[in-house]
Each structure stands twice: as C-alpha cells, then as structure tokens.
C-alpha cells in the first residue's frame, strides 16, 4: 500500500496533533514512537527535550506521511515538491529488495517509501544535533541539504536492486558504474526538467553551492587526512557528511532505515534502536592538525551499534544473498545480457539506448523500473538470442531454476571464483558434455559492512565525565563473545540447465534431455571436489551456507586433527539440501 499523505499543515489542533505539536504553540510535545524490534504495540515514550530536538525547518509548512515503520513522518514542503515529480515517482516501481521478493512474498515494498524514510531520519538527526549543540553553527539550510540528500540518495538505482550494477558492469566490461552516479545525474535531470523547483530553492535560500552539497552527500568521498575533498560545505562541517552516506564507520540513517524496513517486510527481527543512537550522538572535533570534527556516541551505546552490525550481518545472511535469491539474480543477469540490443529506451535526442546504456541518458533512464522484464517478455522477434532471454524469464515464472552444486571455501584466504572456475573445467571428466558455460559461480561475502574489518574500530565515543573528548572503545574492552572474523566468504556453484526440454512433445526425447542434465549435474560435482582438493578448499556442501559442524561419522576426528584440505575429498557424496 503507498503511504497516505495528509494536507499542508494549518492552525488546527487535528493537524497539530499528527505531528505531535501544541495545536496553538507549534511546539512540540510528548508523544509515542514506536521502538524498533519490538511488537507493534508496545512503545517508548520519548522525552520532551528530544522532541524539541526532532524540530524540522518549517514546521508550519509540511506534509504529514504515514509510514509502517516510523510512524507520522512530517516532511518539508521542498521536499514534497521533489517527492512529485516523474524522476522521484519512478521509485514506486522499483522493488527495494529486487528478487528478493520471489523468496520473501512480504518482501514487496519499494524505493519511494524508503527514501521517503531516510529522509525523515536524517532530518531527526542533524536538527537534533542542532538543537543540542549550538556552537556547531548548523542552519536550517544545512538540514533541508541534508534531509534532500537522504531523500534522493536512492534515485540513481535500476530494476532489481544492485543487481542491476552487475549486469551494466557486466555488459560494458567495467566494474566501476554504480548507482551513486546516477542518482547525482539524476538529481540534475530532476532539476532541470521541472523548472518550478528552482524557485523553491531560491524561496528556501538554497544555491548552487547548496545542490553541490547535496549531490556530495549522495555520492561522497572518503577523507584521505590531507586536502578537504568537498566543495559544499567547509570542513569544520565535515560531520553533515556522515549522516546519509557514512563512509568512514557505516553508521548511518540510509543503514538504519533499509535494516528496520527490511526487518519489517521480510519478518526478520531487529533489535537495534536507532532513538537512542540519535539521542546520544554529540559532534566533537578530531585530533591532529587536519583532523575533522566527527559525530561521536555515547560509550554505553556500543552494544546497540554492535547491534545495527549484527542485523545487517543476518539480513545478507539470510535474504539479501540467500542461495535461491542469487540463483534468480544469476538468471536474470543472463537474461538482460541476452535482451541487450533487443530492448530499447528512447533517450533526449531521439537516440535508442540498449539495456545496458540506459544509465548513459537520465531521460531514458527514467522509464526503466522492474516491468523491463515485462517488456522483454513481450518483445516481438524470432532471434535466438531474445528467445533465450523469453525462456529464461519464463523458466524464473515457473521456477525451473538454475540447479544448485554446492559450495566451497577456502580455510585461510578469501577463495577466488575465476581460480576455481578454471580448476573445475579442468577437471570436468573427459567423456562429460559438460561445458563452462553451463556453470556460474557466484562469490558470497557476509560482513559488518567493511571486509574483514571491524567497523567499530573507527567509531568514536564519548563518556559522561569527559563529554567533548573522543575515545576509542576496543573489542575486548566490550565483550569476550564478539566475533573473532568480521567477513565470512565462499563460493556457490550452479548449473545452468538451459535444455529446451519444455519444447520437446516427444516423451522419450524429455528422458533423453533429464539423463543428460543429471549427468551433468554429477560431473559437476565431480569437477567442484577434485578443484577443491587442488586448491586446498574445503570439501564441498550442499547446504546453503557452509556448516560450522563436522558430520558424525565411525571415523570422525576433532577439527584440530583435520588437515586444512582434506585427503578424503574424493570419499565425498552429496546429501540431499534440507527441505
């Protein structure tokens, strides 16, 4: 359901009321949230001092939304403005989660309400610094910029979630695209294509130096200690950076957005409360000569942003790289690649731009959501090629998927994809028709966010007795029982079933089709076992996830008695995948 939007709001006490103000005062007062993690009905109530703090730049001119997750969401005219227009809209038609949703039925919920979402927080955010800690000089300028940078962060993405990348990388040989620098061209085709907006930047006293702002609050770059990289702000500002995007810690409103939103729709707990991370954040500058001011939390919140690492650590875990999400990801890559040249998008000059240059022209790009697959589906044309594609989709429809091998491992280093592809294709048997094309590997990472790194090595704290000095809280210091490894990495290995047994009438010629298929799938298998005696793997699995058990078995020894790859890879028989 798209979010309800209530009208601008007036004197009276209704209005008021939804926004949690004094129907006469415009100030705010005591209300309820609701406290992430928890069932809908119980609730925290805040303070009146941090109400006050959640004060936006106009409260006498907002639109009141109402969202699943945070409730009454007042958002400032501006940005409501932004919010109608063609180029946000087009975010009601773009999954957040992408295939997800072909896993998790719930998870159905798209970009708009999330950016609509991190928006929101990032309004509560700086006005709450703003009101805590008037030395820093923060405008109402400064947190319009900010709260459009969360709202158009997103703007850039393509169908299917960061999938999309993938596929555009994959086509145009690159891996450098990302959604970041579209949503910054985007944003500037948003500007000129609706010419009223400009007025109301003036109105709101925003500049060129203000949209500057906005657009390195979306894109960013990370401070190298010498020269300040940005243009928008100065750097004794250098904190507004870290609010939307924060590429120095991770920690984030987009972050605790999409972990709470997410959380919601796939039915995952979360236990995080992000109130209180904003509740107990202070700006406090950083050492050294070129050192910036960065925003700093209270040292008893460090289990709580532990926390926000962990949900994040279990939503790739189990969703967002869940083995049959990839599986449809893989699929749907094959498909786009070949559909490229077949499906075209106008672009302003009157071009037609293939699938995977659409990024190239904001025009075009504006019209491409989820329903590509659609269009494909319904491409008229008798090529291999757009047929194969039409297969693929169809074959996602009915869930013939690609099939699972198994997945593998290495003890120490992070194993490479390409180095066991070519050991498996070495190792195919002679007599196999197996091919690489009938293979995909696909790399899993699971992290905190940062690699192998613990990204609370660089959050800064701060404690009660000593509340404008920044410290370092150690993992030890913390909890015995915090993870020893940050990133967890492995490779799934699938088989591309891509026989048109479907089109075959003949009963004999399908049993033909299966044979050859199960025939493949075990040489397959046979080929990921000996690659991973050669590599010094671990044996091969058919679960989802690597187990951290070791089967029982009359021979079973203790790990430390297992060497690093085992003799007996060859003895390995595949057990079915759990149901």
Same mark, same amino acid.
């Given at each position: 359901?798209?979010?309800?939007?209530?009208?601008?709001?007036?004197?009276?006490?209704?209005?008021?009321?939804?926004?949690?103000?004094?129907?006469?005062?415009?100030?705010?007062?005591?209300?309820?949230?609701?406290?992430?993690?928890?069932?809908?009905?119980?609730?925290?109530?805040?303070?009146?001092?941090?109400?006050?703090?959640?004060?936006?730049?106009?409260?006498?001119?907002?639109?009141?939304?109402?969202?699943?997750?945070?409730?009454?969401?007042?958002?400032?005219?501006?940005?409501?403005?932004?919010?109608?227009?063609?180029?946000?809209?087009?975010?009601?038609?773009?999954?957040?989660?992408?295939?997800?949703?072909?896993?998790?039925?719930?998870?159905?919920?798209?970009?708009?309400?999330?950016?609509?979402?991190?928006?929101?927080?990032?309004?509560?955010?700086?006005?709450?610094?703003?009101?805590?800690?008037?030395?820093?000089?923060?405008?109402?300028?400064?947190?319009?910029?900010?709260?459009?940078?969360?709202?158009?962060?997103?703007?850039?993405?393509?169908?299917?979630?960061?999938?999309?990348?993938?596929?555009?990388?994959?086509?145009?040989?690159?891996?450098?695209?990302?959604?970041?620098?579209?949503?910054?061209?985007?944003?500037?085709?948003?500007?000129?294509?609706?010419?009223?907006?400009?007025?109301?930047?003036?109105?709101?006293?925003?500049?060129?130096?203000?949209?500057?702002?906005?657009?390195?609050?979306?894109?960013?770059?990370?401070?190298?200690?010498?020269?300040?990289?940005?243009?928008?702000?100065?750097?004794?500002?250098?904190?507004?950076?870290?609010?939307?995007?924060?590429?120095?810690?991770?920690?984030?409103?987009?972050?605790?957005?999409?972990?709470?939103?997410?959380?919601?729709?796939?039915?995952?707990?979360?236990?995080?409360?992000?109130?209180?991370?904003?509740?107990?954040?202070?700006?406090?500058?950083?050492?050294?000569?070129?050192?910036?001011?960065?925003?700093?939390?209270?040292?008893?919140?460090?289990?709580?942003?532990?926390?926000?690492?962990?949900? =994040?650590? !279990?939503?790739?875990?189990?969703?967002?790289? *869940?083995?049959? %999400?990839? +599986?449809? $990801? #893989?699929?749907?890559?094959?498909?786009?690649?070949?559909?490229?040249?077949?499906?075209?998008?106008?672009?302003?000059?009157?071009?037609?731009?293939?699938?995977?240059?659409?990024?190239?022209?904001?025009?075009?790009?504006?019209?491409?959501?989820?329903?590509?697959?659609?269009?494909?589906?319904?491409?008229?044309?008798?090529?291999?090629?757009?047929?194969?594609?039409?297969?693929?989709?169809?074959?996602?429809?009915? =869930?013939? !998927?690609?099939?699972?091998?198994?997945?593998? *491992?290495?003890? %120490?280093? +992070?194993? $490479? #994809?390409?180095?066991?592809?070519?050991?498996?294709?070495?190792?195919?048997?002679?007599?196999?028709?197996?091919?690489?094309?009938?293979?995909?590997?696909?790399?899993?990472?699971?992290?905190?966010?940062?690699?192998?790194?613990?990204?609370?090595?660089?959050?800064?704290?701060?404690?009660?007795?000593?509340?404008?000095?920044?410290?370092?809280?150690?993992?030890?210091?913390?909890?015995?029982?915090?993870?020893?490894?940050?990133?967890?990495?492995?490779?799934?290995?699938?088989?591309?079933?891509?026989?048109?047994?479907?089109?075959?009438?003949?009963?004999?010629?399908?049993?033909?089709?299966?044979?050859?298929?199960?025939?493949?799938?075990?040489?397959?298998?046979?080929?990921?076992?000996?690659?991973?005696?050669?590599?010094?793997?671990?044996?091969?699995?058919?679960?989802?996830?690597?187990?951290?058990?070791?089967?029982?078995?009359?021979?079973?020894?203790?790990?430390?008695?297992?060497?690093?790859?085992?003799?007996?890879?060859?003895?390995?028989?595949?057990?079915?995948?759990?149901?």
């Amino acid at each position: 359901m798209l979010p309800a939007v209530a009208d601008k709001c007036d004197s009276r006490p209704s209005r008021a009321s939804v926004l949690g103000l004094h129907p006469y005062s415009l100030q705010p007062r005591a209300t309820i949230y609701a406290r992430p993690g928890l069932p809908a009905r119980q609730h925290e109530h805040c303070n009146l001092e941090e109400m006050e703090s959640a004060k936006c730049v106009s409260w006498e001119d907002v639109k009141v939304f109402n969202d699943a997750v945070h409730g009454a969401m007042p958002i400032p005219s501006l940005c409501v403005s932004v919010i109608d227009t063609p180029q946000f809209q087009r975010l009601r038609f773009l999954k957040q989660l992408g295939s997800t949703y072909f896993v998790y039925p719930s998870a159905a919920h798209n970009r708009f309400e999330h950016c609509l979402g991190v928006c929101y927080l990032a309004g509560q955010m700086v006005s709450a610094l703003q009101k805590r800690q008037p030395e820093l000089n923060i405008d109402d300028k400064d947190v319009l910029c900010v709260m459009l940078a969360g709202l158009c962060h997103d703007l850039g993405h393509g169908p299917y979630s960061h999938m999309w990348e993938i596929f555009v990388n994959k086509a145009n040989n690159s891996t450098s695209w990302k959604h970041e620098e579209a949503s910054s061209k985007m944003f500037d085709h948003l500007m000129k294509e609706n010419p009223h907006l400009e007025e109301e930047f003036k109105k709101n006293d925003l500049h060129e130096v203000d949209r500057i702002f906005i657009k390195e609050l979306i894109c960013g770059s990370e401070e190298d200690g010498g020269t300040w990289p940005y243009r928008g702000r100065p750097q004794n500002k250098a904190f507004l950076y870290e609010v939307v995007a924060n590429k120095k810690t991770g920690v984030d409103v987009d972050k605790w957005d999409y972990i709470l939103r997410d959380g919601h729709s796939l039915g995952i707990k979360v236990t995080f409360d992000y109130h209180r991370i904003v509740q107990f954040s202070r700006v406090i500058p950083g050492e050294g000569e070129n050192a910036s001011p960065q925003i700093c939390v209270r040292d008893k919140e460090c289990n709580n942003l532990y926390d926000m690492f962990h949900a =994040r650590r !279990l939503l790739h875990r189990y969703a967002y790289q *869940h083995r049959v %999400v990839q +599986t449809i $990801d #893989a699929m749907l890559i094959d498909a786009f690649l070949c559909a490229d040249k077949y499906i075209l998008y106008p672009g302003s000059n009157g071009e037609k731009l293939h699938l995977s240059r659409v990024h190239e022209d904001m025009a075009a790009y504006t019209h491409l959501t989820d329903e590509v697959t659609q269009r494909i589906l319904l491409a008229e044309g008798n090529d291999p090629q757009l047929i194969k594609a039409q297969r693929i989709l169809t074959n996602i429809q009915t =869930r013939k !998927l690609y099939l699972y091998v198994g997945c593998t *491992h290495h003890e %120490v280093d +992070t194993l $490479d #994809a390409e180095k066991l592809m070519m050991a498996m294709v070495e190792n195919i048997p002679q007599d196999s028709q197996l091919t690489q094309e009938n293979l995909s590997i696909k790399t899993v990472k699971v992290s905190y966010g940062m690699g192998n790194k613990n990204p609370m090595e660089n959050v800064r704290f701060y404690s009660k007795k000593m509340p404008n000095q920044q410290k370092v809280i150690r993992k030890d210091e913390v909890s015995a029982m915090l993870p020893q490894s940050f990133q967890e990495s492995f490779c799934r290995v699938l088989y591309k079933n891509t026989s048109e047994k479907d089109l075959v009438d003949s009963k004999d010629k399908k049993d033909l089709l299966d044979a050859k298929e199960e025939r493949d799938v075990k040489d397959a298998k046979e080929a990921l076992i000996a690659a991973c005696e050669e590599l010094h793997c671990r044996p091969p699995m058919v679960d989802s996830w690597p187990s951290v058990l070791t089967p029982v078995t009359p021979d079973t020894k203790m790990k430390s008695d297992v060497p690093t790859h085992s003799t007996a890879a060859k003895h390995i028989t595949f057990a079915n995948p759990p149901v």
